[in-house]
């Protein structure tokens, strides 16, 4: 079975940045559509954004479009979700997770039942 980890969280300042990573650690992501996703205390988990297998075709919620820019290398094998211009509401552990897909240009959707392997979590805090 897939197994995501992810890296990357830690403590912002408002209007700051952060860079997460997401990569498995027994097999390549390159089969799989990746997503992240987050989960505030006290609220249920929501998409952030997702991104297809070549990279082509990215998806966000609409709070994050425009602030928030998922991204992957196929060669390392990686998936990064960039975070700018970070608030307090952005307080959250970020998960990522994958599904498989034979289509290049699959995204998956913003919603968990669209993905089957998930990662631990990184923890997200935006504070000054």
């Known amino acids: 079975q897939l197994q995501l980890v992810e890296s990357g969280g830690g403590l912002a300042q408002p209007g700051g940045s952060l860079r997460l990573s997401c990569s498995a650690s027994?097999?390549?992501?390159?089969?799989?559509?990746v997503g992240w996703f987050r989960q505030a205390p006290g609220k249920e988990r929501e998409g952030v954004a997702c991104?297809?297998?070549?990279?082509?075709?990215?998806m966000y919620a609409d709070s994050m479009e425009g602030r928030f820019i998922i991204s992957r290398d196929n060669v390392q094998g990686t998936v990064w979700l960039q975070m700018n211009n970070l608030t307090p509401e952005d307080t959250a552990v970020y998960y990522c997770?994958?599904?498989?897909?034979?289509?290049?240009?699959?995204?998956?959707?913003?919603?968990?039942?669209?993905?089957?392997?998930w990662g631990q979590g990184t923890k997200v805090t935006v504070s000054s």
């Open positions: 997770a994958a599904v498989r897909s034979l289509s290049l240009e699959y995204t998956g959707e913003l919603h968990t039942l669209a993905f089957d392997s």
């Open positions: 027994r097999f390549t992501l390159n089969a799989y559509a």
């Open positions: 991104i297809s297998r070549s990279g082509a075709h990215t």
